[in-house]
């Protein structure tokens, strides 16, 4: 009797976390299965399609595991035509065991083959727009996006006009990051020296959330930007008031961007693709560096004479001004 | 010098002090308790210069035991740190510090010795043979692998940690990361690293060469077997880390250009370098911990295991696939569709031969009559929980889906399920399964079982809401979030979870002290009624020669069918031989401290004490390469003293 209060007890624990977890899941925003983009739709079936398969499996072998468990534990009432100890395999069932899952492997490489190459393309629905070339680079620890057409350039933050397929050419001055705006669709690489291309485009208007996801060192949680969408009109505006109203980018100024720190948002009316692209040269921020003396974490180190400072503070957001 | 200390000694972080204090009170309280019991010399002789694998094994579960204590205090402080938002518990250094040792620690320091160690007990009596191939390289691994741990372990006291993961990617781990940090990774790796690479050479010509007469290949056991595949991707996989490793040192040290940012080094190489080493690694630890499962679940449902061929068919392909998959962690890096999708299919090929496993542990279930002893709990718990980490990876494998969970809370807490569910259950179970081989009585089972059961639900509070938190968007590596993230109360309970591992693991290191003096002492072998050669030791903890005499294998379960055989047939009186025995040996010990001061040297760019420590490796390997074989001959066990130590064999029938 006092083995099954036992038993129960823990029964009770496992059903009542169960329960907790749940209800939590229910009640957060699971934001990847909530896509606000073709191409994070696109992904989102891909991961429901495979979550039925998994449950599928999960269910077969946690139903399997407790008929056995139950079924053949030692008790007093054992009979003994169920206990057959010499009982070697059987060629049959484990030919079946392998064909199940090489034809469920089957079935999940077909979309997923389908989906690889359909990313690597600009999204279907929206094929009779040319789409908007904005380049993404990571510099630790924020996000500094060029428009070439257009000739402005913004700092952690990213406007694009809604239902409008969007080419960023990812890379980075210095550390690998990664750029992933989670409700828009899934990540890519940037890296000094190589452009990596990522058809992204958002469907209604709001404010999502990006962020590099590939850790880069100290001030990595907070190498956050706004990912805005705005219907055309207010983009064709916002773009057009930038051109007019922001200053132009200085060479000291991105000079100062190439220092490890977290900064505010920023707009320019010129872009950083003058001095420097950083798809084809990957030393651009080290000399930098050099020049002002500054190695990350704030260490300072012996360079031509040059008194550099920099104070490596990692706060939290800094204020954002409005655009 | 005084200089030197006071630079790289840590006293302005309160925890690191209090582990410095603490560090220095455990060692003198050791050395006074060895001076005061007189057991300098015991310790040298009996253990320092052992070649017995079965003190060496233990040796290495002991530093395991410690390294799992220090990884899960790194964990517990991660999940106190993330259990809130905007915490200042930890600053964001010491949270990147944390995460980096944690995930080293674990993987290299913990779960490789923790499985080498139960393979160096096990392995040669499982195959019915005296020793390893190679005893005194056997010593030098081990030896190496802690000089290695230790080196990597002062990173924290004295320099700062290394802080950039535990995968170390450049440029962050070049240009990103000044001062000693990640040097003490380069080399605590390496160094350890080569301890490792012997093991594995070690255990497959062991395998190879040491067999009882009459062990075929196929009638090896299932441990032997993992142990043995395991032990090639050991031999093939872990060179590519020493060069990798070596080339970033360079870059470091030296001002070479492999993986740099300037001068044309590719950092895209190091990640691919660390991973056709990583990925196999992940294989090395998982193998040989299916191995150990297989044969608790065929002893305690008594009944011989399902599909012996399919597996050992099963692991042969598992071993060559996890070769051929290690572009699966970077699909993002920009790769075509056509390259990543070739990734895709060999990854998810990976779930193929473990879901025959998977099947054939069920069908040695079915049938049986199962025993719930302690390590049939964490190998029974093993099944459906290592499943959520498998079908987790298959998801992950899709390479158009994995734009989504890389670098996220699902990623996490797949390897989580795979690593703890797969080999800290694993580590335990085979711990308590064999502990009466390795000590002569076995773990209470009342507090063994409260141990499981608060470890097995808190693992699952812990890495269950995690998948969640990668669905809601939380990065890992963060060392923090904001309150409108919406991640709190997952995270809250995830960190309940922890502690319940925590808890878990306090009562599997105080079932040990308890049963060392409350335990019932074993008067046989063969405490379980196991079917195979390690419990068929004439007495409880087998003596240094193992076997009196080596024991003829007819079947795959030997012992099952000597024990089936001997209830019919009258034991004759036995006659014993004089058996030969491999000497003790101290220069393994010398070596893996010149390698410790070596290492340091390298490690503060102190090029004399490198040098001095290299010419010390350097005069070890001559003195070893020139001594002659006649000096060290070994010795012969007498008929006198094996008949002391074989009590008479009782059997029950």
Redesign the interface.
Known sequence: MLKNVKLWIIVLISIASLLVITVLALRSDLIILDPKGPVGALQKDLIMYSIYFMLAILVVVFVLFAYMVIKYREHSKNNSNDYKPDMHGSTKLEIIWTLIPIIIVTALSIPNAKALYELKEPPKSTVDKEPIVIHATAADWKWIFSYPEENIETVNYVNVPEDHPILFKVTAADSMASFWVPQIGGQIYGMPGMVNDLYLQADEPGEYKGRNSNFTGLGMTHQQFKFVALEEKEYQDWVKDTQQNAPKLAEETYEKLMLPDNVDEMSFSSTHLEFVDHGQNSEYAMNIRAKYGVEVKGIKVKANGNEGESDVEVSNHGSHSSH | MFEFIKEHLILDDPLILGANISIALTVIGIVFALTYLKKWKWLWTEWITSVDHKKIGIMYIIAALLMLFRGGFDALLMRAQLTVP?NELLT??HY?EIFTTHGTIMILFMAMPFLLGLMNVVIPLQIGARDVAFPYLNNLSFWSFFFGAILFNVSFVFGGSP???WTN????AI?????PGINYYLLGLQISGIGTLLTGINFVVTIFKMRAPGMTLLRMPMFTWTSLITSFIIVFAFPILTVSLALMTFDRLFGTHFFT???GGN??LW?NLFWLWGHPEVYIVILPAFGIFSEIISTF????L?????MIISLVVISLLSFLVWVHH?F???G??AL??VF??TT??I??PT??K???W??T????????STPMMWA?AF??TF??GG??G??LG???????Y???YFLVAHFHYTLIAGVVFACFAGFEYWYPKMFGHKLNERFGKLAF?FFA?GF??CF??QF?L????M????????PED??T??NV?STI?AIGMGIGFMIVVYNVLYSMRHAKRETTGDPWNGRTLEWATATAMPPHYNFAVVPEVKGIDAFWEIKQANNAVKKENIEYKPIHMPSNASTPFVMSVLFFVAGFGLVFELWWMAILGGIGILACLVLRSLRSHREDEGYYVSVDEIKKREQPIQREA
């Open positions: 905007n964001p250094q990147n802080d950039a993961g990617y450049a440029p962050l240009e990103g990361s000044p001062g940012l300037t001068d950092p895209m990640s449902a008594r009944k011989t399902f599909g012996h061929k399919s970077f993002t890096m920009g075509s569709a990543n999708n895709s299919i998810m090929a779930a193929i879901g025959i998977i099947f054939n069920l069908g279930l079915y049938k049986s009559r199962i025993q719930f029974l099944i459906p499943v959520i079908v987790t298959v998801m899709m390479a158009a889906a994995d734009f989504q890389h670098n996220n059961w639900i699952n509070v269950l809401p969640l990668g669905f809601a968007g990065p890992r590596r963060v060392y923090t979030y904001l919406g991640w109360a997952l309970v979870g």
